[in-house]
């Protein structure tokens, strides 16, 4: 396509639509192939009062030219029709420019987002500008659903806290984009009445269930493997953030392999809405090397086919040259800094430099590190010693002539990028405001010493930008080189190899000491843990010694406490037998008398006379009464032999032939 066309197209676009920014209408044309008609109905759609009637065709689409008079453009098909609950800035009658915005509008300073907005089974449109709030949306979501702003609770943001003061610009949004209002607090919902078995309670279950991830990480041919429930919730972006706490791989480095094609295009999908299968979802994940993204030297242009009538309509947008240029030069954005001096924290100042940066430069440009200082040391230098990188510390400044030239000619060329992402963590910081310039002057003396400070603070604007190449040695941090932003490409890259060779040799060096340092402390936990292993097999079996004494000591307690019983308890029947004995008869006594003589086991003879009409049991009495007990001792006669404490307890000595006299031994029972 011809330049001149391309300046017709800009003309009759910028009469559509009342764009005024020129630089903002180029990229919504580039964006659409410079097809003119696809252009303004990215950022056109229209509303109902537009909409055909009914049965017949759709009116041709009408819009303002440079003469303030209306051309109509057979060009726009019949689709060109907005779809029912939809929200845009353009169709708002209550703002200042009308239904369209004019040269006033906010338009020319924003961008204009689409959200897609699930609730309950339905979808709300809600297109508004990036300059907008969260709040904004739910007061659409308000007029639109009847829910109050304050019952709202909208998910599928990419960031986890969004507050409804937000402003959309600030969480880097794509274009297209999709939520989830959830309404807890709410008892019914105000729309349509939800049952269990309804398509949007379906979705809701999705979304509050957990989902299985079967993540498959792979480095240096191994391969680790991790079982993640994750609610559906949460979005994919999230979800790379929390496999960054296992892996230690930046979301930005990660590679993966079976996200279904929603989470591919966008990281602010929730899990619920991209489709993943279930039970488990398999995903496999690697580690990029980085390489540049490619520089976008040119852009694809497509024709268009206008037909005579068309080029009559053209002709009339047609005009001068000097006054295109005139508004070119009225109307170009002012560049915005690349840290504001209000910038709160450094990774609030490093996500402001990178999104400034990336908008000045294009995609080609080195992964900057967005966090502290401190902890993009942490990340390059205080790791192990196989993952290490130098640290390359970018320092610009706006009010130096060599800060354009440098940055679009060298640093964003693609050779560089790849070199830095490959062997570098590249931190950045912007010393225009002086504000910021004192900042980093106290940043850099508590990392790299007051020396280095005063280097830096020495640093006139004109001698700027500088890439300072940082190392550590002696458990201090060191800078290498301070390269200027006057060196060329190719003066750049060799001194960035000469700083990343030296550094690979130390690497290797401190690689080797560390994996010998390793070894001993392997060698030492392992000696370590044998002597507590046979200081715990010791411990054990003291304790069981010291437990069997104590064992013992209690089994002799109670075999002396039991023996004493039985001792108290024989003594006992040994006196309560011998209270029943009669006394023994004289030797002058006139009755029958009956000597017994008694055998004990040890050979002792005991005699004693009894009456003969006594009766056995006051025999047994008396053996009993000498400590022979029954239950242990047999009482025997000698011919016949018998055991006479089995006869009949009740009969007399006469009776059982012991009369006059008889010899018992007493024999142990076994």
């Excluded at 044309?29 to 003119?36: A, D, F, M, S």
Aim: glycine share 4%; hydrophobic share 35%.
């Amino acid at each position: 396509m011809a330049d001149g066309e391309r300046d017709q197209m800009l003309v009759d676009f910028q009469a559509c639509t009342q764009i005024d920014d020129l630089e903002t209408c180029i990229a919504i044309l580039e964006q659409n192939g410079w097809e003119l008609v696809k252009a303004i109905q990215s950022v056109m759609p229209q509303t109902d009062c537009e909409m055909s009637p009914a049965g017949g065709e759709p009116p041709p689409y009408s819009f303002p030219n440079h003469t303030g008079q209306s051309a109509v453009s057979p060009d726009f098909p019949s689709e060109f029709q907005p779809s029912h609950n939809t929200y845009s800035p353009l169709m708002d009658p209550g703002s200042a420019s009308g239904p369209f915005p004019g040269p006033s509008s906010s338009y020319s300073s924003g961008r204009l987002l689409n959200f897609t907005v699930e609730y309950r089974g339905q979808n709300v449109t809600v297109n508004v500008f990036d300059t907008e709030t969260v709040g904004k949306i739910k007061e659409v979501l308000f007029s639109e659903l009847g829910i109050p702003v304050q019952k709202q609770d909208l998910r599928g943001w990419a960031s986890k806290r969004v507050d409804d003061k937000k402003i959309l610009r600030d969480l880097q949004l794509p274009r297209e984009n999709t939520l989830y209002l959830l309404t807890p607090d709410l008892n019914r919902p105000l729309t349509s009445r939800v049952t269990p078995d309804s398509d949007s309670s379906k979705e809701f279950e999705n979304f509050m269930r957990d989902y299985t991830l079967h993540i498959t990480f792979r480095e240096n041919s191994r391969a680790q493997e991790y079982n993640l429930k994750v609610q559906g919730s949460k979005t994919v972006g999230e979800v790379k953030g929390d496999i960054y706490h296992l892996t230690n791989v930046p979301a930005r480095h990660q590679v993966w392999v079976g996200w279904p094609e929603a989470a591919k295009k966008d990281d602010a999908i929730t899990l619920a809405a991209c489709g993943l299968q279930l039970p488990v979802h398999d995903l496999e994940l690697t580690k990029a090397n980085i390489i540049g993204k490619p520089q976008y030297t040119a852009h694809e242009t497509s024709e268009i086919d206008i037909s005579d009538d068309e080029e009559e309509n053209n002709d009339s947008y047609a005009v001068e040259e000097d006054i295109f240029e005139h508004e070119e030069s009225q109307n170009s954005r002012k560049q915005t800094p690349l840290m504001p001096e209000t910038v709160g924290d450094q990774t609030e100042a490093l996500e402001h430099f990178t999104r400034e940066f990336r908008e000045r430069y294009g995609e080609t440009h080195p992964v900057f590190f967005v966090g502290s200082l401190e902890n993009a040391i942490k990340e390059s230098l205080l790791c192990r010693a196989k993952d290490r990188k130098l640290l390359a510390v970018y320092l610009h400044h706006d009010n130096s002539i060599l800060s354009n030239v440098f940055c679009s000619q060298i640093l964003c060329m693609e050779t560089i990028v790849n070199y830095l992402c490959g062997n570098f963590i590249t931190w950045a910081w912007d010393v225009t405001h002086e504000t910021n310039s004192a900042r980093f002057i106290s940043i850099a003396k508590k990392e790299f010493g007051s020396i280095v400070a005063a280097q830096i603070r020495g640093q006139k604007p004109d001698q700027l930008p500088l890439l300072m190449i940082v190392s550590r040695s002696r458990a201090s941090n060191e800078v290498l080189d301070m390269i200027p932003g006057t060196v060329t490409l190719d003066e750049l890259m060799m001194r960035l190899m000469q700083n990343a060779e030296n550094f690979h040799l130390q690497q290797q060096a401190d690689i080797k000491e560390e994996e010998e340092r390793e070894a001993r402390e392997n060698i030492r936990q392992e000696q370590e843990l044998a002597f507590q292993e046979s200081l715990a097999t010791d411990r054990a079996k003291a304790e069981a010694k010291r437990h069997e004494v104590e064992m013992e000591q209690i089994r002799q307690m109670e075999e002396e406490r039991l023996k004493k019983e039985e001792e108290d308890r024989k003594q006992a029947i040994q006196e309560s037998a011998l209270m029943h004995i009669r006394d023994e008869p004289p030797e002058s006594c006139k009755e029958a008398v009956s000597r017994i003589r008694i055998r004990t086991p040890n050979g002792e003879n005991i005699q004693r006379r009894f009456y003969a009409t006594d009766k056995l049991k006051y025999l047994i009495y008396y053996i009993t009464s000498q400590g022979f007990h029954i239950e242990e001792y047999k009482i025997l006669t000698t011919f016949p032999r018998r055991d006479v404490s089995q006869l009949d307890e009740e009969k007399t000595l006469e009776e059982l032939k012991m009369f006059p006299q008889e010899t018992l031994i007493l024999e142990e029972r076994h």
